[in-house]
């Protein structure tokens, strides 16, 4: 069964640090996103990225992060100056098309930021 | 934007037992209704989803229903067993491609 990959699995980072996270989603899905969950809570959503360009993004998503599909098959998060609440695990995830409402999540990298 | 409330946020059964778990949303113009299992440290993992047409959908031991009028879905899992164990959240969708919005969650756990 085909997989969502995110690179690494986990990034300890210090505290104004930029970090870059790693997706490469599903190669024949269309739509991308970066999901959020600190530790103990839900799963919050942070962007959606779709034909090379933010569709949508939440409050959570302000101008410490961007998104960036540098090639064919990469998908990243960067957090420019990392935070010490930015610390939790973010999940990326794809979709084939806009018909499709199924999500298929990557395994995950955690985040900790000191 | 939805708002999303599940409940019960904890619930403990007996290996066998059913469990239960309700979800309510406010945009009506929902018609995706997943719900996800996550287990400790891994990622959100679908495991049932119902469309706006269809009042009911069942897979094995899990079922889940729903109440277009009333706004709210359920998951039911009937035989319980330990690896049930887990968070399960429901995400509400009015539209494919978009933000799926989640829950808080519900923590069930499955004792032998």
């Known amino acids: 069964e085909p997989e969502v990959t995110q690179t690494p699995s986990h990034q300890v980072t210090q505290m104004g640090q930029e970090v870059i996270l790693r997706c490469v989603p599903i190669?024949?899905?269309?739509?991308f996103y970066w999901y959020r969950q600190i530790l103990g809570q839900k799963v919050e959503f942070l962007v959606s990225?779709?034909?090379?360009?933010?569709?949508?993004k939440s409050e959570i998503f302000d101008d410490q992060f961007s998104v960036e599909r540098p090639d064919g098959s990469n998908f990243t998060l960067k957090i420019r100056s990392t935070k010490l609440e930015d610390s939790a695990m973010y999940f990326c995830?794809?979709?084939?098309?806009?018909?499709?409402?199924?999500?298929?999540f990557g395994s995950g990298t955690r985040l900790t930021v000191v | 934007g939805e708002n999303v409330e599940q409940h019960p946020s904890t619930l403990s059964v007996q290996e066998g037992d059913s469990a239960v778990i309700k979800c309510t949303y406010s945009?009506?113009?929902?018609?995706?209704f997943p719900w996800y299992k996550q287990e400790l440290g891994k990622r959100p993992q679908l495991i049932i989803d119902?469309?706006?047409?269809?009042g009911e959908k069942k897979d094995q031991r899990i079922a889940v229903t729903l109440n277009k009028t009333a706004k709210h879905f359920s998951l039911h899992i009937t035989e319980t067993q330990p690896e049930d164990s887990a968070v399960y959240f429901c995400?509400?969708?009015?539209?494919?491609?978009?933000?799926?919005?989640f829950g808080k969650g519900t923590t069930l756990s499955v004792s032998s």
């Open positions: 990225f779709y034909n090379n360009e933010i569709s949508e």
């Open positions: 995830a794809s979709t084939a098309d806009f018909f499709n409402y199924g999500y298929t």
């Open positions: 119902i469309r706006s047409n269809v």
């Open positions: 995400a509400p969708n009015n539209q494919a491609g978009t933000a799926l919005i």
């Open positions: 945009d009506s113009a929902s018609n995706y």
């Open positions: 190669s024949n899905h269309l739509y």
